[in-house]
Nanobody
C-alpha cells in the first residue's frame, strides 16, 4: 500500500503564495504519475494539476494556469505544488494522488492512491 502525506497548507491572504508538498512511501512503483486535486466546500473534487513520471508532461486546470506550478523530485518520492497569486476561490482541501505508469491523466478516477488532504484557506 502506498502512503501519501501532504503538507504546506494554511491560511494566506489573497495575492499570497503557498507551497504544498506530498511525500510518497510504502509500496514502491517503478514508474508513477502524480497529481493534485481539490475539493471546495459544497463542491465536487476537481482536477488542479498532474505531472508525468519524467516531469516532461504537466497538465493544469484553466483556473490555475499561470499561477500554479507542479514539480516532482523522484529520488525523494515527492511532488510539489507552488501556488502564487492565490485567490479566495482557491480555498479548498487539496489532495495528492498517485497512479502507476508514466502518463498523467486529469481525471481523478484514474488515480488509486490518495492522501488525506491539506486545507488551504485564502482570505480576501
Amino acid at each position: 500500500q502506498v502512503r501519501l502525506v501532504e503538507s504546506g497548507g494554511g491560511v494566506v491572504q489573497a495575492g499570497g503564495s503557498l507551497r504544498l508538498s506530498c511525500a510518497a512511501s510504502g509500496r514502491a512503483f517503478s514508474i508513477y504519475a502524480m497529481g493534485w486535486f481539490r475539493r471546495a466546500p459544497g463542491k465536487e473534487r476537481e482536477f488542479v494539476a498532474t505531472i508525468s513520471w519524467s516531469g516532461s508532461a504537466t497538465n493544469y486546470a484553466d483556473s490555475v494556469k499561470g499561477r500554479f506550478t507542479i514539480s516532482r523530485n523522484n529520488p525523494r518520492n515527492t511532488v510539489y505544488l507552488q501556488m502564487n497569486n492565490l485567490k479566495p476561490e482557491d480555498t479548498a482541501v487539496y489532495y495528492c494522488a498517485l497512479k502507476p505508469g508514466s502518463d498523467a491523466p486529469t481525471s481523478d478516477t484514474r488515480y488509486n492512491n490518495w492522501g488525506q488532504g491539506t486545507q488551504v484557506t485564502v482570505s480576501s
